[in-house]
């Protein structure tokens, strides 16, 4: 069972946002791409199904912004957060006009509790040295009944353990700064469960990523469970 150590993970979790920063400052080529995340057209429809009229949506962890076209079907009300001041300058200047952008970490977001109706955290929890208390966090922001769509990859992924030095249980350092933990299936499930969210529903999810320039020189396949939960009304 993964254990979660906090005072060790506090430094870690500073170097980490600033390689993330220094990644996003080191080229004017977008990281991620203009793709969404393979996993969530999978879920829009019920997503959609879910939210009423006009929700509030937080993209929580932004980047450059590759999912907010996505999110923008949904809503004219978005927020795109994330600690990388340099990312979130990067989303293209149209989209930036439509939305509000805020830099901060997201164990710490400025914004009311009970603000949102829908989170999306992609491909973030397993950059997290201490994941708990950004997952108390958006809790905290989400309305009862909100909805919070989330990956979480395990062993699974291709990416797992390749070019990553071992730092302790089941985490690792890629290219020797940037933080990744692998959990199972279960350990992901408790550890959203312990922080006040209901599942709805999970499965394993396949997608393919182009190359993203200046951090994996290779296409790549993800295997990631991918959860969709919800704060209990
Ligand atoms: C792998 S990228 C994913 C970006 C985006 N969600 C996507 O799908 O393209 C992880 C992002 O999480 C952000 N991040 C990591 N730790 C953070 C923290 N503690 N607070 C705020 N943002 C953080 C990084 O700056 C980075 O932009």
């Not at 997503?47 to 809503?75: C, F, H, M, V, Y």
């Not at 990312?87 to 149209?94: F, Q, R, S, V």
């Not at 710490?108 to 397993?126: H, K, Y």
């Not at 309305?143 to 395990?154: H, Q």
């Amino acid at each position: 069972m993964t254990t979660y150590h906090r005072e060790n993970n506090l430094d870690l979790s500073d170097q980490n946002k600033k390689a993330w920063d220094s990644l996003y400052a080191s080229t004017e080529d977008l990281i991620w791409g203009s793709q969404p995340v393979g996993f969530i057209d999978i879920f829009m429809p019920y997503i959609k199904n879910k939210l009423s009229r006009d929700p509030r949506i937080l993209d929580a962890g932004a980047g450059e912004g590759r999912n907010l076209p996505q999110l923008l079907t949904l809503s004219d009300h978005i927020v795109a957060c994330d600690a990388s001041e340099h990312a979130l300058d990067k989303i293209p200047a149209p989209l930036r006009s439509l939305l509000k952008t805020v830099i901060c970490d997201l164990e710490a977001i400025p914004l009311d509790d009970g603000f949102f109706d829908f989170i999306l955290l992609a491909d973030v929890v397993e950059t997290l040295p201490d994941p708990r208390p950004v997952l108390h966090e958006l809790h905290r922001l989400l309305k009862p009944g909100g909805l919070l769509l989330c990956n979480i990859p395990g062993f699974e992924d291709s990416i797992a353990d390749i070019d990553m030095e071992a730092i302790g249980e089941n985490q690792y350092l890629y290219q020797g700064r940037y933080f990744y933990r692998f959990v199972y299936q279960d350990e992901a499930i408790a550890l959203l469960e312990s922080c006040g969210f209901q599942m709805i529903h999970h499965q394993l999810c396949s997608w393919v990523e182009a190359a993203h320039p200046s951090f994996r020189s290779d296409a790549h396949t993800h295997s990631s469970y991918v959860f969709l939960v919800e704060k209990a009304g």
